[in-house]
């Protein structure tokens, strides 16, 4: 996950600070030390990392404990607004319905910047926009083409001419199509520039003179790292309505460096990417972005995920009273293994629980997503009747499952066995008799209070 390795050892510092038996000058310095270390070695300036840690000891040792606070339960809150602070403020990009925002995209030659606008006008579209691209990239052989293709993998229009030579005529034609369609989002997708920031700069002014767009967004590349403040702090000078989307923080160690650095110009930083997919955006905040790293988790995301994928599967009301009720279907439990896969690897919703985030190993984690996607395989061996009474699966039909799955008897056995547990939990926790206590006892009670209520159907015994 984003600057996993930072994560492990932050969370690391705060944990061995929690089980020391006094929070003395010592142990404070000793956990400086360790933030050190961890945001060092995430290529995190040097002079940045000093003045964030000795913030951190500076509140630590001096400052009064709040009410009903205990001094480690302080430390640990002093770390995490320092952190938040240190990334700089929330920034959104708000959409207006029936009013189009304008937004031109810049950024050097591989940043990501093309598959950047397509994970915008997906992450808009999904909140109920009606959004569109324009490729005004006439630099880049091929670009209108893969734009496009991204542009029919979420489902929204491509505006575009790949014959065109003149990109800020392209643009203007581009946006005003897309205006007069009465699109809420116009992402403009521009030509990246190699290494000369100037060049790219230059042609930004052009093409903005010709779209006059509401926003200019430049697209960073997480793996550069500290090299990073260069680009931001270029961009930032040359336009007031600038922000920042930093891309590529799933698997570097200068991600860390990279988000710092930006952070560190002013320049607002409104979304990062954590990943190949297209659902792999996320608008930054840093207090939850800190959350995750610390493992606190980011229940907030999660709920937000778990209601757009319900809301994309049109989930019945009826349909909800029955499986509280403890009459899940297989079919059930496959519908939902095909909805947490719309939500994104299993990895990325388990760091969003707190106390989940680092706790499973990779290993774990991974044998953990093999064994749902053998599932899956499984079920779609098995006939409709199978899948509505799983009761019907006796040693022939599990047999017969098996071959047609390429799967063990055991496999098969396996998945009945988890199926009826989960049963049992879900009526359950219908029931209230959930846990009490601990991340699982955190994540069900705000779980119950976000979904719809489905009335007294879900209590049935």
């Not at 200068?254 to 608008?283: M, N, R, W």
């Not at 396996?414 to 991340?439: C, N, S, V």
Request: net charge positive; charged share 30%; proline share 4%.
């Amino acid at each position: 996950m984003v600057l996993e390795s930072l994560g492990r050892a932050l969370h690391g510092a705060l944990r061995k600070l929690s089980r020391a038996p006094h929070i003395d000058e010592r142990a404070i310095k000793e956990l400086v030390r360790e933030i050190q270390r961890a945001l060092l070695q995430a290529d995190v300036n040097v002079e940045l990392v000093l003045g964030l840690t000795k913030r951190i000891e500076k509140r630590a040792l001096e400052e009064k404990l709040p009410p009903g606070m205990g001094r480690k339960e302080h430390v640990i809150k002093i770390v995490y607004q320092e952190l938040s602070e240190f990334l700089g403020k929330p920034s959104e990009l708000a959409l207006e319905p029936g009013k189009s925002k304008v937004l031109l995209m810049v950024g050097l030659q591989g940043s990501g910047k093309t598959t950047s606008v397509a994970k915008l006008v997906a992450h808009f579209k999904k909140r109920g926009f009606k959004v569109g691209t324009v490729c005004a990239d006439t630099f880049r052989p091929g670009a209108y083409e893969q734009l496009s293709q991204l542009g029919q993998q979420v489902g929204v229009e491509v505006f575009g001419d790949p014959k065109a030579k003149d990109s800020i005529k392209l643009a203007k034609e581009g946006v005003k199509r897309l205006k007069d369609e009465r699109l809420e989002l116009i992402v403009v997708d521009s030509a990246g520039r190699h290494r000369k920031e100037e060049a790219l700069m230059e042609e930004m002014r052009q093409i903005a003179e010709g779209i006059k767009p509401d926003e200019i967004m430049l697209v960073v590349d997480g793996t550069i790292g500290q090299q990073a403040k260069e680009q931001a702090a270029a961009f930032k000078s040359a336009t007031e309505i600038g922000s920042i989307l930093v891309t590529k923080l799933d698997g570097t160690a200068k991600g860390g460096g990279a988000l710092s650095a930006v952070a560190a110009t002013g320049a607002p930083i409104k979304f990062i990417g954590v990943g190949e997919h297209i659902e792999d955006l996320e608008p930054f905040v840093p207090e939850r972005f800190v959350a995750r790293l610390l493992g606190m988790g980011d229940i907030e995301t999660l709920l937000k995920k778990i209601q757009e994928v319900a809301e994309e599967e049109k989930l019945k009301p009826a349909d909800m009273k029955a499986i509280l009720a403890g009459k899940l279907t297989l079919r059930d439990v496959y519908d939902q293994l095909e909805a947490m896969s719309k939500m994104g690897p299993l990895k990325k919703l388990m760091q969003m629980i707190p106390g989940m985030s680092v706790a499973v190993p990779d290993e774990q984690m991974r044998v953990g997503e093999e064994k749902l996607k053998k599932f899956k395989v499984i079920m779609q061996s098995m006939t409709p009747q199978e899948l509505e009474n799983p009761k019907l699966l006796h040693a022939s039909r599990i047999r017969r499952v098996a071959k047609g799955s390429g799967t063990s008897e055991a496999e098969v056995k396996e998945l009945l066995k988890q199926y009826d547990l989960m049963r049992k939990f879900i009526k359950t926790f219908a029931k209230g008799r959930g846990p009490k206590f601990g991340p699982w006892a955190k994540l069900m009670k705000e779980m119950k209070g976000a979904l719809p209520d489905f009335g007294s159907g879900g209590k049935t015994s």
